[in-house]
Nanobody
């Protein structure tokens, strides 16, 4: 069974950058499209980016367009989320998840989830 673990969260100043990693074990990563989601306190989980199995197609939410990118290294069993020009409103817990449909930013289309990593944007 596929298991996902996120790394790389932390505290960053507005305008800064951060790269999150999503490491997969237990099953072939390239069997699944992967999505990145985030959840701020008191808010619903929001899909922000997803990538297809081979890594040549992506979809992003308008809230992160031009600032965040997703990529994957199937041989290295890892998916990355590169975040730049970070804003206060990007604060939240960031999750990666494996699904079966592409493209989709809907949490219900994803079945395997990591535990999340906290990203805090603050001066």
């Amino acid at each position: 069974q596929l298991q996902l673990v996120e790394f790389g969260g932390g505290l960053v100043q507005p305008g800064g950058s951060l790269r999150l990693s999503c490491a997969a074990t237990g099953s072939a990563l390239d069997d699944h499209p992967i999505g990145w989601f985030r959840q701020a306190p008191g808010k619903d989980r929001e899909g922000i980016l997803c990538i297809n199995n081979s890594g040549d197609r992506t979809l992003n939410a308008d809230s992160v367009k031009g600032r965040f990118t997703i990529s994957r290294d199937n041989a290295g069993h890892t998916v990355f989320l590169r975040m730049t020009s970070l804003k206060l409103e990007d604060t939240g817990v960031y999750f990666c998840a494996a699904g079966s449909l592409f493209p989709s930013l809907l949490p219900d289309d994803y079945s395997e989830w990591g535990q999340g990593t906290q990203v805090t944007v603050s001066s």
